[in-house]
């Protein structure tokens, strides 16, 4: 008798639904898809051959060819050499014991606390002209300055390596922590040496991680801007798009397509990748065990190489407090500032002025992640809940923004809204307050909804229908029941994207209007543009601070989660 009733209570539900995916699918066609759309048809837009802005792709000495390959170059290499230190970070600390590993192994994420503006500028204050290490090396050696800078490709990989590895790191880590090091051992009592062992047993079952640690530094390096910009490398596509968006817009879509289309290709190589590989274990995992360095000789290697990576990873951080504690204009010629005062701290806590930039990031970024949360939550609910033919291209539009470099989202958003439209109700939002938390609201929408589906995909729909079963509206199941057990994977998403909204630089440079209304990273970038670094670094500081209480709240949700499902 219940099962008519159940079908009913569908079949009701029904024209509500169809609402629902009209309405997604609207959101997502005018603020994602459509401004892409726009983007190809302005790039086709040229009189004669539709194509004639992408032919010079195909002419091997072309400016355009040079930084598709500039670009593809640098996040190959940054793969390379991001996945070595990445993965060798993981194994050594979570598959080896010795002295201060648990300090290491908590200095091994600094670098996600780093600021994109400001923790650039702080690599090359440390390591590119006139910075810090080659004018003491210069010292000591004789020699200019310039003889032990890192400019161009080099001082980007730099970059890219020391803020990049923590992705393969994560994923290979968590990898280990789940893995039985008993099948190791089985390898050994067959007589495999330790070079099979791990080439034929360790590797393969890490294969799924470093995947998708290579995925992450890939788009991330491809979306890279605020690297090659301060280290002056013109030859990639994100810098071509920045310095054609004004002049030469045709030629600036033709290349944000071109890079869209291989992060997409990028994006979906993977994946299919790991549809057609399957690597699994058959083992239970808790025989996890950590073996203990004995070797003096060993434990002295361990501990410098250790140290010395720690120092590394710490330098850009304390770079950036350092200058906080700097007067402005003091640093030129010297390896370090040479005045130091409390005042821009003073500033900061007593100009009302100082605030406003942080206090226009915050709210941008809440205005943003209000709206995202919505778009990302009922996305989530409905790919992963409702039964229907175009699932699948809603997953991929929610997370195409995701795959493509904030150059090209904020470019897009420039096509799309410099003229009146429906989704921009009849206004023009190019120059306008609204067009940054529009663009924070596309770039980051995909953080929450990855995370709220993962959560859904680890819940049982059988509550839901219970609750219904009951008499419960979808609407008090909803809230009373997939609410609260999603409630964690929801607020990870938001506060990811919230803080990355805070810190936002490369598309915001692109649209912000200059007028009074200064975010966060575009105060930074202003600071630093007439020398008053002293002033800049204290806004960083804000900006570390802030990720850290970010870190910390997400670290308070997992355990209070993970205490709510124990008991």
């Known amino acids: ?53 992408y032919t010079p792709f195909l002419d091997f000495g072309s400016v355009q060819s040079e930084a598709v390959r500039g670009s593809l170059m640098i996040s190959l290499l940054s793969v390379i ?116 062992a791990w080439t034929r047993v360790l590797l393969p079952m890490l294969t799924p991680p470093i995947v998708a640690g290579a995925l992450l530094t890939f788009m991330s390096s491809m979306a890279s801007y605020t690297a090659p910009l301060l280290f002056e490398v013109n030859n990639v596509m994100t810098v071509q798009i920045a310095n054609n968006a004004a002049s030469q817009q045709s030629l600036a879509s033709a290349v944000a397509v071109m890079l869209a289309a291989i992060s997409i290709v990028f994006l979906i190589a993977i994946r299919a990748y790991e549809q057609r590989t399957v690597y699994r274990t058959q083992s239970k995992g808790g ?24 120092i590394v990873l710490i330098l850009p951080i304390a770079m950036i407090f350092l200058l906080a504690f700097s007067e402005n204009y003091s640093w030129r010629t010297a390896p370090l500032p040479s005045a130091y005062t409390l005042q ?17 990031s915050l709210e941008m970024s809440a205005i ?8 990302g939550v009922t996305s989530a609910y409905v790919t992963a809940r409702m039964r229907f033919r175009g699932r699948g291209a809603i ?13 090209v989202v904020a470019f897009n958003l420039i096509v799309a809204f410099a003229r009146p439209s429906v989704f921009s109700f009849g206004q023009i939002l190019i120059g306008t307050y609204w067009i940054v938390p529009l663009a924070y609201f596309v770039r980051f929408s995909p953080l929450i909804f990855r995370s709220t589906s993962s959560s859904l995909a680890q819940l049982d729909p059988s509550l839901e229908e219970a609750a219904r079963s009951l008499g419960s509206t979808w609407w008090g199941a909803f809230r009373r029941v997939v609410l609260p057990l999603v409630s964690s994977g929801i607020a990870g998403g938001v506060l990811l994207a919230f803080v990355a909204g805070v810190g936002e630089f490369v598309a915001t440079i692109m649209l912000f209007p200059r007028l009074k209304f200064r975010p966060l990273s575009i105060a930074i970038n202003d600071e630093l543009n007439v020398g008053r670094w002293g002033t800049a670094a204290v806004l960083g500081v804000v900006q570390v601070l802030l990720v850290l209480a970010v870190v910390i709240l997400m670290r308070r949700v997992e355990d209070r989660n993970t205490m709510t499902h124990t008991s």
């Open 81 to 196: 050499s991001a996945g070595t230190i990445g993965i060798f970070l993981a194994v050594l600390l979570n598959r080896w014991d010795f002295r201060f590993r648990r300090i290491y192994k908590a200095m091994v994420l600094v670098p996600i606390a780093l600021p994109p503006l400001m923790g650039v500028k702080a690599f090359y204050l440390l390591y590119g002209k006139a910075g810090t290490f080659p004018q003491l090396l210069a010292q000591i050696f004789h020699t200019s300055p310039t003889t032990f800078a890192l400019t161009g490709v080099a001082g980007v990989l730099l970059v890219h390596t020391l803020t990049m590895y923590p992705y393969f790191y994560l994923s290979v880590a968590a990898s280990l922590a789940q893995a039985d090091d008993s099948l190791e051992e089985a390898a050994y009592s067959l007589g495999a040496s330790p070079f099979q």
């Open 368 to 375: 943003a992640v209000a709206g995202a949360a919505v778009l």
């Open 395 to 407: 997953d991929i539009a929610m997370m195409l923004p995701w795959a493509l470099p904030g150059t």
């Open 1 to 53: 008798m219940k099962e008519p009733v159940r079908n009913r209570a569908r079949w009701q539900t029904k024209p509500s639904s169809i609402a629902v995916l009209l309405l997604l699918a609207l959101v997502l066609w005018g603020y994602v898809v459509g401004p892409l759309v726009s983007t190809f048809q302005r790039s086709m837009s040229i009189g004669g051959n539709p194509l004639s802005e």
């Open 287 to 310: 025989a996890r065990k950590r073996r203990r360095v004995t070797s003096p000789v060993a434990r002295v290697v361990l501990f410098i190489s250790a140290l010395i990576s720690t």
């Open 344 to 360: 821009n701290f003073t500033k900061l806590f007593s100009d009302a002025d100082a605030w406003a930039p942080i206090r226009n």
